[in-house]
């Protein structure tokens, strides 16, 4: 099969490139459009290091073949901090120690995008939930589960940073 135009909205703009048959959605993002915050760990879908929205729902991008994505939207951690300001989770996650080496922190921040935006008040079940499917080697994880509940809080305005 021949290399097509795949077209994808991502961070809100239109963008198109040329894709090889079978290119994942990770290697189009990282290498055809230079946006280089979700990371490859395992490429198995077992470490969610590689982790973005699809039309707002967390999916591993190293096992999504790109052109099954064509035309819908996708977000990337390139996308959350609007103007250059950090947003909630990611001033939470700074102010809790939730990332050390950083390499789990771009899909760790994108999860907690997608609960916060579907349950701005998550229990902390729900926050350990979430992610379940994100592999960190440094934090614990403790720090991580604090600062997603921390921006919820302050996503909800009950506390100013
Ligand atoms: S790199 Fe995608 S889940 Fe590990
Ligand atoms: S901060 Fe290092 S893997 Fe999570």
């Known amino acids: 099969m021949p290399s097509q135009i795949v077209s994808l909205v991502v961070n809100g703009e239109r963008r198109e490139f040329i894709a090889a048959p079978g290119v994942t959605l990770l290697a189009s993002l ?3 459009l230079g946006l280089t915050a979700a990371k490859r760990g395992c490429a198995q879908g ?3 290091t590689c982790t ?3 039309d707002g ?7 999504v073949a790109v052109e099954t994505v064509a035309g819908r939207s996708v977000r990337t951690l390139e996308g ?5 300001e950090l947003d909630e989770v990611q001033n939470a996650f700074v102010d809790c120690f939730a990332t050390q080496c950083g390499f789990c922190t771009a899909g760790m921040i994108m999860v907690a995008e997608a609960l916060l935006d579907r ?3 998550p229990s902390e079940a729900d926050v350990v ?4 499917g994100n592999v ?5 994880y403790r720090p991580i589960v604090i600062a997603i509940l921390e921006a919820a809080r302050r996503r909800r305005g009950a506390v100013s940073r």
């Open 30 to 32: 990282r290498e055809s």
């Open 46 to 48: 077992a470490c969610g």
């Open 52 to 54: 973005v929205l699809v």
């Open 57 to 63: 729902r967390p999916e591993v991008a190293c096992l």
């Open 80 to 84: 959350v901090a609007a103007g250059g």
């Open 119 to 121: 349950d701005p008040d």
């Open 129 to 132: 939930e979430a992610i379940s």
């Open 136 to 140: 960190c080697r440094c934090t614990g």
